[in-house]
Structure formats: C-alpha cells, structure tokens
C-alpha cells in the first residue's frame, strides 16, 4: 500500500514551458486534492475532486488544469508556468464524506520556473 | 468564510517539557473539524489529530492533546514531554460542513525542540 505518489520530486522549468504533476493514490479515495506552499503563507487549495470525472476550483486556480479520469489519478498541469509558480505542490486523498474525513498527503513536488 | 490563524511563527522548547502551539479559527458552520499536521524538514505533511466540533471531550493522540475551546474558537495542540524529533512545522487546519474534502490551512508554527 503506496499511499499517495506524486512525481517528479524536484522539477525545474523554464517560464512558458508546460508540464504535469502526476498524483496516485491506491487506498480507493473518493476525494482528491492539490495544495500549493509558499513561505510563510501556509498550504492553499488550487483544484480537488470528489469523484472520477468531478472537479471544482479552490483558492488559486488561476495557471492551473485538473481532470479526473479515474478514482486513482489526479494529474496537475501547468499550462504555461510562471516564476510565481515556484513552490512545493502537495497531492492529497481522503475516503471524503463528513467533517472527520482526514487527508493523507503525497511526499511533495518541489517546482523552480526560471 | 473561514480562517485559521497561527500567532506564532516560532517556538522553542526544553526536551522533556511541554509546549503548547496556538490556532484560532472563524467560520460560520455550526459543524466542522479541526486538524493538526506536522512538516518535518523532510517535508512530508504528517496527520497528528483530529477535533470535531461536536466533540465533547479533547481528543488525544499519545503525547498530543488538542485543548478545543470552542467559545474562543480556539483549537490549540500541546505536545507533552518534547523529544528532539519533535522539531518541525506544525499546520492547523480546518474543513466545513461543505461535503468537498478541502482544508484551509493556517500559517504555520516551527517548533525548535532545545537538548
């Protein structure tokens, strides 16, 4: 039992350029997240998901893309990255449902755009 | 809309003595919860314990204690008799009654555990 995987660990970009974050998870969660961490300022939700094929906005989304094909995988894509774009990402899952759902975090991706 | 605020960007602390790290919180739910996680510098985000508004008494999980003051609408974690493995950040977050899964997040403590 993996947990939740996220890759690349370190990525470094150049601005303009696009890529995609990949996030899995193998404990069946219904409820997929992306966070993003910059100093000081604590984790902030981009996109999540509450199901294969269900997605929404969260606090900045603004760059970013999300699909959900499967329960398993929720990939994360830069469309044109930005040096404001330099930060850790975190991947999460939880089973979803009341407010005693807890979220299990992925290890981190950690994003430089030059 | 919700808010968590942590007051303290650091503290230190003496291995074997307790501590005690400050979240407040704002929301207009009358049902949500309240959650600890802890960032090594490692940086994995690490799940410590859960409170739920409803709940009565303070949940416990081994050396942490959430003290939930809901009046005060603080959420506030002690971690008994420190070790050195303590030294980390530590995140207190919130999720609502919304049924979406998102937490928000406060600013962070970094909790030096001193030999």
């Known amino acids: 039992n993996a947990g939740v995987t996220q890759t690349p660990k370190f990525q470094v970009l150049k601005t303009g350029q696009s890529m995609t974050l990949q996030c899995a998870q193998d404990?069946?969660?219904?409820?997929m997240s992306w966070y993003r961490q910059d100093p000081g300022m604590g984790l902030r939700l981009i996109h999540y998901s509450v199901g294969a094929g269900i997605t929404d906005q969260g606090e900045v989304p603004n760059g970013y893309n999300v699909s959900r094909s499967t329960t398993e995988d929720f990939p994360l894509r830069l469309l044109s990255a930005a040096p404001s774009q330099t930060s850790v990402y975190f991947c999460a899952s939880s089973m979803g449902g009341p407010i005693t759902d807890t979220q299990y975090f992925g290890p981190g991706t950690r994003l430089t755009v030059l | 809309a919700q808010k968590i605020t942590q007051t303290q960007p650091g503290m230190f602390v003496q291995e074997k003595e307790a501590v005690t790290l400050d979240c407040t919180y704002d929301t207009s739910d009358q049902s949500y919860g309240l959650f600890w996680y802890k960032q090594p510098s490692s940086g994995e985000m690490i799940f410590l314990i859960y409170?739920?508004?409803?709940?009565?008494q303070n949940a416990t999980e081994g050396r942490y204690s959430l003290n939930f003051q809901k009046a005060r609408k603080s959420a506030n974690l002690v971690i008994s008799a420190s070790q050195l493995g303590d030294s980390a950040m530590y995140f207190c977050?919130?999720?609502?009654?919304?049924?979406?899964?998102?937490?928000?997040f406060g600013q962070g403590t970094t909790l030096q555990v001193k030999p």
């Open positions: 977050a919130m999720k609502g009654s919304g049924n979406t899964g998102k937490l928000i």
């Open positions: 404990m069946n969660h219904e409820y």
């Open positions: 409170q739920g508004s409803y709940d009565e």
